[in-house]
């Protein structure tokens, strides 16, 4: 097959691309990969399955702030943030906050998002869903205290506290 970009070189690589629940499949060669910004490194030695996930295909073109990330290092087990792009596995459970914010960037390079949005068993959906637009409510208070625009903050304050008040009926 030819490439879906170029239309002139053998496709050899097959691009999957999920954006908002909506799959793209293209199969493109390796010369117009290059030229979007799509890197494949192959490995011989044993790699990890966690490596799968963390960058073996880059795609974000930010890639280089993640490169240009200081060597930080978990204060608990000592564990380098360069380790952990390697290995894709956190050495306790502090590292998380060792590296913070560096962490909600890889996750939005390799899943396109960086929160989890599952399914919800029926019996508890109500209770959920009430639960996760507080959590919305709540972050948008917070925009908008922080931009001062207070009238709208007590708009949302008020509807908080009315799905708060449902809650606990629950």
């Known amino acids: 097959m030819k490439c879906q970009i170029c239309n002139k070189n053998e496709a050899n ?8 629940n909506e799959k793209i499949v293209m199969q493109i060669c390796s010369e117009c990969a290059r030229n979007k910004g799509l890197t ?5 030695e044993s790699v990890p399955p966690a490596e799968s996930l963390v960058g073996s295909l880059t795609v974000d073109p930010n890639m280089a702030d993640l490169e240009s990330i200081p060597d930080l290092k ?7 943030f360069a380790e952990f792009k390697k290995s894709g596995l956190f050495g306790c459970d502090c590292c998380h906050d060792a590296f913070g914010e560096h962490i909600t960037k890889l996750l939005k390079q390799i899943h396109g998002q960086n929160n989890h949005e599952g399914k919800t ?11 996760k637009e507080i959590k919305k409510l709540r972050l948008k208070l917070e925009r908008y205290i922080k931009h001062e625009e207070y009238e709208k903050a007590a708009e949302i304050r008020d509807k908080i ?6 809650e606990s009926k629950l």
């Not at 690589?13 to 908002?20: A, G, S």
């Not at 068993?121 to 639960?131: F, L, R, T, V």
């Open 74 to 80: 978990c204060s608990i087990c000592g564990l380098s």
């Open 13 to 20: 690589i097959v691009f999957t691309q999920i954006i908002n």
């Open 121 to 131: 068993p029926e019996e508890i959906s109500g209770e959920a869903e009430i639960k």
């Open 161 to 166: 506290k009315t799905l708060e008040h449902e």
């Open 40 to 44: 494949l490194e192959i490995h011989t």
